[in-house]
């Protein structure tokens, strides 16, 4: 595994080139305020029009384009739009409009790996992926250091792709914390696994079993909220500073004797078994064919979760509980006024 650093990059490869940024979400608008405050003069939000993000993108100072428009004469298209618009994004606007050498940008392996999209020969692609979301990524851009970064090339047609790649990924701050080579199907494969398994679907419902466990067994709502979900914070920092033997170092010997008794009676051998079909859905291109065709029936099971998740009784203790933390909005990644 090769590491790239600020003193491998040269910034001066981005600062020239007219960069497009697809999209002003949580991603879109950390790269466009980093490329900006490293010194890129020629940087360009796109976005559909009516969409609720330009009056964001253009209070931040930055020209707003339709897709095809920003094209024509970008060096750089980076994609920061979701995932199951990127194809129509590149077949419909991109693909007769960028020009020769022009280089496709992604953030995530998906729509390259599973030949969603298929590239122009004569374009180079690259990915820079940064290890966090994007509101971290800006915040911690702001402070002076970064989040570490991947970086894949999936086509050299210019044959300076990686270097280009490497450049931008420095100017997002990345070379302050570590770029780290990988390729579009490693990212891709692993980010999908982490995230459905481990991050976001594993721990989500295991909060929510654990909350559910509690209340079904008579203890109050908030005692559930406090136990399974608030307190996730104070473990995940000390894992996210040391590791889990640095979580296992500070909590209390009962906490600890209690993780190894008890943990593998959650997850055993047939949890394991059943991440493994999870990773065989993703590496066969189920997951994707699944989430794409979800897409065009207008996304209804999608949505009918997203609903249900957000009546779920974790969710209505929390929000009345946070609201007696005026600490946690304080100090809050996420404004939605804002990115």
Aim: proline fraction near 3%.
């Amino acid at each position: 595994m090769r590491v790239y650093y600020d003193r491998d990059a040269d910034v001066n490869l981005v600062k020239g080139k007219k960069v497009a940024i697809a999209g002003y979400g949580s991603q879109g608008h950390a790269h466009a305020l980093n490329l900006r405050d490293s010194g890129v003069k020629d940087v360009t939000v796109v976005l559909r029009e009516g969409s609720a993000s330009t009056k964001k993108a253009e209070n931040d100072g930055f020209p707003v384009k339709a897709a095809a428009e920003a094209a024509k004469d970008t060096d750089i298209f980076m994609m920061l739009s979701p995932d199951e618009g990127q194809a129509a994004l590149y077949n419909d606007h991109l693909r007769h409009n960028l020009k020769d050498d022009a280089a496709l940008a992604f953030a995530h392996g998906l729509n390259i790996h599973f030949g969603l999209i298929e590239p122009r020969a004569n374009l180079d692609v690259f990915m820079v992926a940064p290890k966090g979301p994007g509101h971290t990524v800006r915040s911690e851009y702001q402070r002076g250091a970064g989040v570490p970064s991947l970086i894949a090339v999936g086509q050299d047609s210019s044959g300076n792709a990686q270097e280009i790649g490497i450049s931008y990924a420095a100017a997002l701050g990345a070379g302050r914390a570590g770029i780290v080579e990988t390729t579009f199907r490693e990212e891709c494969e692993t980010d999908l696994f982490g995230e459905q398994a481990v991050l976001c679907g594993g721990l989500t419902h295991l909060i929510m079993a654990g909350y559910e466990t509690l209340v079904e067994a008579g203890y109050a709502p908030e005692m559930a909220y406090f136990e399974c979900c608030h307190e996730v914070k104070l473990i995940v920092d000390l894992i996210y500073e040391g590791g889990i033997a640095n979580m296992r170092y500070s909590v209390s010997n009962t906490a600890e004797y209690g993780d190894y008794s008890s943990g593998p009676r959650v997850i055993d051998a047939s949890t394991k078994a059943r991440m493994r079909e999870i990773l065989d859905d993703i590496q066969s291109g189920r997951f994707v064919k699944t989430w794409m065709l979800e897409n065009q029936c207008g996304q209804p099971n999608f949505k009918a979760m997203r609903r249900q998740a957000a009546e779920h009784g974790v969710e209505k203790v929390g929000e009345q509980l946070r609201a007696m933390m005026p600490w946690i909005a304080e100090n809050a990644l996420v404004d939605k006024t804002k990115n």
